[in-house]
């Protein structure tokens, strides 16, 4: 066999995409997954009852239809299978009073019905959308550009030109306003705040965070613009479009094959050892799509060196996640108009219920009252499940990863702190709880419920330490520039030949595929 131009270690959506961009530059691309089928984070599968599909892990792909990656590759995906399913309401937000609000793919509609819930919140919401749209270009050239490059600083010095230096500073400072800070200043209405103040959680950020006010109005522009799309029968598409395409570009792609190292030679990656003793060789580089505990510490080990072994041990990860899925005999009857088309549903006390669970995680409890994310599948998607029936998929961004003790005081942790499947099926006992006080007569549609811990989770993808589904701590000081390192460089690694993608990189979690699509076009 001849060996391949670059090998790719991990099939996540940075891997696949940056698999399917090389290949259409004409490049040898070999995916290497140890699991038994690709996706990292995407994995569809029938865990409730037979007929009901259900994404395990990640299902909402706005962040990829609005990608430069999506724009490259979305023709090919399509010929390929790949369609989306939309709704025109992606996000919304219940309160244990029943006060609850919808947000719509409508700006003109949505600034009328939030300044119907509080006078001038309605106008301020369209100043916060808009603010982002009209810094578009900086911002998203931040976001989703190589930093250490000539287009960020032509990028960056043009900005500078035009606002001025201390105008530039302003704008940057602005940016690193906390939620709370952005919430609080900005909305009267508890309700409105209460809408935006969980969707820092799925940034990996919590509201007092520095910068989760600006990626709040980021995901509120995005979801505004382009809603909350799902893969049509499941994120399994996806991945059977860009296996498809990869090989439609010469690329092959093997499962089941486990990388326990990374072979140098002549002091460069020069290919991978797998675990079942089998050497590959590469003739350009070696791409691994993991976390830096992986890179430095499993497939590099002694040849990793002091400073990048001393950074990985101070890398830090983030909360937990904890899933679950439903299968309904009937779509849920919320007490709140319009609830029942939202794409992504937060229940939460508002504000301050999302700052105390984030905060009760980070210290290792388990939160009394978790911030619920609730996604509606079957609204968006009917073929998900039999005709009449419907499926929830149920995210809680705010799981301990190590347990010590629980905030209601309810639950003992157990003294290793670790997830067992007493604690897993206790602590979705609370989780439904909360459910059910909001939809009359849940209980009685259940047919089957499936519950992953942090550690379930973790089992599925070694990447997912501890459950942090973003590939460590997304807090300022480990993102931008410092991600992973400090002395980070875009993703090249101190080993010539070798290169870093995945959501421990810029720029960071989430489905956009954009490290593995800067790292192509840099290749």
């Known amino acids: 066999m001849t060996a391949p131009d670059h090998i790719i270690v991990g099939s996540g959506i940075n891997a696949l995409v940056c698999a399917a961009m090389l290949g259409g530059k004409g490049a040898k691309v070999l995916v290497l997954e140890r699991n038994d089928r690709i996706g990292g984070c995407m994995r569809t599968e029938e865990i409730t009852a037979p007929g009901f599909v259900h994404d395990v892990m990640a299902t909402t792909f706005v962040l990829f239809i609005t990608s430069p990656a999506f724009a490259a590759l979305g023709a090919d995906l399509a010929r390929h299978g790949l369609e989306f399913c939309h709704t025109g309401t992606p996000t919304g937000v219940l309160m244990p009073d029943g006060s609850h609000a919808v947000l719509s793919t409508d700006r003109a509609a ?73 919430l609080e200043s900005s909305y009267q209405s508890q309700t409105i705040r209460a809408l935006w103040a969980p969707w820092v959680l799925h940034a990996g950020l919590g509201p007092e965070d520095a910068f989760s006010g600006q990626i709040a109005k980021v995901i509120a522009f995005a979801l505004e613009a382009a809603g909350a799309p799902i893969v049509k029968g499941g994120a399994k598409n996806l991945l059977a479009a860009f296996e498809a395409l990869i090989r439609e570009r010469g690329g092959d792609i093997r499962t089941g094959a486990d990388v326990a ?211 460590g701590s997304s807090v300022v000081d480990q993102s931008f520039l410092w991600r992973p390192f400090k002395t980070s460089r875009n993703h090249r690694t101190g080993i010539k030949g070798l290169y870093h993608i995945g959501a421990s990189t810029h720029p960071g979690a989430g489905l956009g595929g954009g490290s593995g699509f800067l790292l192509a076009g840099k290749l």
């Open 261 to 471: 190292s990374i072979v140098q030679a002549g002091g460069r990656a020069a290919g991978v050892r797998l675990a079942s003793g089998e050497t590959i060789t590469a003739n350009k580089s070696v791409i691994c799509s993991v976390t830096p505990t992986q890179l430095y510490g499993r497939l590099l080990g002694k040849d990793a060196s002091k400073d990048d072994v001393e950074a990985t041990r101070k890398y830090r990860y983030g909360k937990g996640n904890f899933q679950i899925h439903y299968a309904l005999t009937k779509p849920p009857f919320w007490r709140g108009e319009g609830l029942d088309k939202v794409a992504l549903l937060h229940l939460t006390p508002g504000l301050d219920g999302v700052s105390k669970a984030c905060n009760e995680a980070a210290r290792g409890m388990l939160p009394e009252v978790p911030t619920i994310c609730v996604g509606q599948p079957h609204a968006l998607d009917p073929s998900r499940c039999p005709e009449g029936r419907a499926i929830l998929w149920l995210q809680l961004p705010e799981a301990p990863r190590h347990i010590k003790g629980d905030a209601a005081g309810k639950l003992d942790a157990p003294a290793d702190g670790q997830w067992t499947e007493a604690l897993r099926e206790a602590y979705a006992d609370r989780v439904e709880a909360i459910l059910a006080g909001h939809v009359d007569g849940f209980k009685d549609s259940v047919i089957a419920r499936r519950a992953y811990s942090p550690a379930d989770l973790e089992a599925m993808n070694i990447n997912l330490v501890g459950g942090d589904p973003y590939g």
């Open 110 to 182: 949505n600034v009328a019905a939030i300044n119907a819930i509080a006078a001038r919140d309605g106008d301020r919401h369209a100043q916060d959308v808009g603010g982002i749209e009209r810094n578009a270009g900086l911002l998203f050239g931040l976001l989703g550009g190589a930093l250490w490059s000539y287009p960020t600083a032509k990028l960056l010095a043009g900005d500078t030109w035009r606002r001025g230096p201390r105008g530039l500073a302003a704008f940057l400072g602005e940016a690193l306003v906390p939620a709370r800070g952005w």
